[in-house]
């Protein structure tokens, strides 16, 4: 079984919509990340956590809310989605340390109409 | 302003040779740097990674090596082999200074003909 999962795998939905993504972990890591990859960039980061209750804004943040509901368990909101939210979505984990190696799910696609 | 630029979008190289994919930053504050590989649909997967008081980090068939006057890291593979082809990206952090993120460039796609 994957370390990070992350559901659902593909998505679509229409403007103003409000949608969730859900990344859950089992290799026990307190720090968890959310990042988008739009064609042609990076990764950039949205949100992380270093524990269930320390959330911080990321470069990207705008638009995007987050919850930390157990150390294995992170999710993040759009809102209201809007076409430029059309993205790949990663979720990461890591263990506290100075290598800062993140551990990546497989990715969600998702498409706002 | 991009602190991490890989310049290169895609490289092509002859199965068995040496595939050489660059990496440059800006922030001088940047003192550990990873590569992660990634395949279509999957996400990314760690490589190899370096740390500024090395300027050579080998593993096996992957070498990064690591220039700080340049602001310049470069990854090798010898030789590549067709399940290498994958998009490369380089990421960077300032764990010395206390930073939990990973700065990505954009990345580089490599295609290794058999």
């Known amino acids: 079984d994957a370390d990070v999962t992350q559901t659902p795998r593909n998505r679509i939905t229409k403007t103003g919509k409000r949608i969730m993504l859900e990344c859950s972990q089992t290799k026990g890591h307190d720090r968890m990340y959310w990042y988008r990859q739009d064609p042609g960039l990076g990764l950039r980061l949205i949100y992380y956590s270093f524990d269930v209750k320390d959330i911080n804004k990321g470069e990207i943040s705008d638009g995007y809310s987050v919850s930390r509901q157990a150390q294995a368990k992170f999710s993040l909101s759009l809102e209201s989605a809007i076409p430029n939210q059309t993205a790949l979505y990663f979720c990461?984990?890591?263990?506290?340390?100075?290598?800062?190696?993140?551990?990546f799910g497989p990715g969600t696609r998702l498409t706002v109409t | 302003d991009q602190q991490v630029k890989q310049n290169s979008p895609s490289l092509s190289v002859q199965e068995g040779r040496i595939s050489i994919l660059n990496c440059d930053y800006t922030?001088?504050?940047?003192?550990?740097f990873l590569w992660y590989k990634k395949y279509p649909a999957e996400g990314p997967t760690f490589l190899i990674s370096i740390s500024s008081i090395k300027d050579k980090n080998e593993d096996g068939r992957f070498t990064v090596f690591l220039n700080k006057s340049a602001k310049h890291l470069s990854l090798h593979i010898v030789p590549s082999q067709p399940g290498d082809s994958a998009v490369y990206f380089c990421?960077?952090?300032?764990?010395?200074?206390?930073?939990?993120?990973?700065?990505f460039g954009k990345g580089t796609k490599l295609s290794v003909i058999p």
């Open positions: 990421a960077a952090t300032a764990s010395g200074a206390g930073s939990y993120q990973l700065t």
């Open positions: 990461a984990t890591s263990v506290e340390g100075n290598s800062n190696e993140q551990y």
């Open positions: 922030n001088s504050m940047f003192d550990y």
